[in-house]
């Protein structure tokens, strides 16, 4: 008989637990729809100024085109060489050369190839942008 007594004991104590949960989850239900409530206010005076937003960037001013890129005679001298070289790339084994082919490198006149493994240089071609800065006459100062 002291089996019965204790799985009785094990439902009462179970049955009791939902009873406190039930009741400490009806505030919380009440809560959430006060301040829901409060928030519902603030929600539409923000999407006002958000609309308001894009009507400025519209009226904003055109973008200005970059100034035109300032070449030594060194460096149009060889952009030149390196037009010359073609589809196989311009390859230098003179520093200063690979210090000014960086350097148009930087200002996106060329493009460096990848390694090549015997000479272990860098092949150099160039970029649209420097077809066109090679092919215009420059006026020494």
Same mark, same amino acid.
């Given at each position: 008989m002291a089996k019965k007594s204790s799985t009785s004991v &094990? /439902?009462?104590?179970s049955s009791a637990a939902p009873k406190a949960a039930t009741k400490k989850a009806a505030p919380? &239900? /009440?809560a959430a729809a006060q301040?829901?409530?409060k928030t519902a206010t603030p929600k539409k005076k923000a999407s006002a100024p958000k609309a308001a937003a894009p009507k400025k960037a519209a009226t904003a001013a055109p973008k200005k085109k970059a100034a035109?890129?300032?070449?030594?005679?060194k460096q149009t001298e060889l952009l030149k060489k390196v037009k010359d070289s073609g589809a196989t790339g311009y390859t230098s084994s003179i520093?200063?050369?690979e210090r000014t082919l960086e350097a148009l490198k930087d200002k996106k006149l060329l493009k460096r190839g990848a390694k090549n493994k015997d000479t272990k240089q860098h092949p150099y071609t160039l970029t649209k942008t420097g077809e066109k800065h090679s092919s215009t006459p420059t006026t020494s100062a």
């Open positions: &094990k /439902k009462e104590a919380k &239900k /009440k301040t829901a409530a035109p890129l300032k070449l030594t005679d520093k200063m050369e």
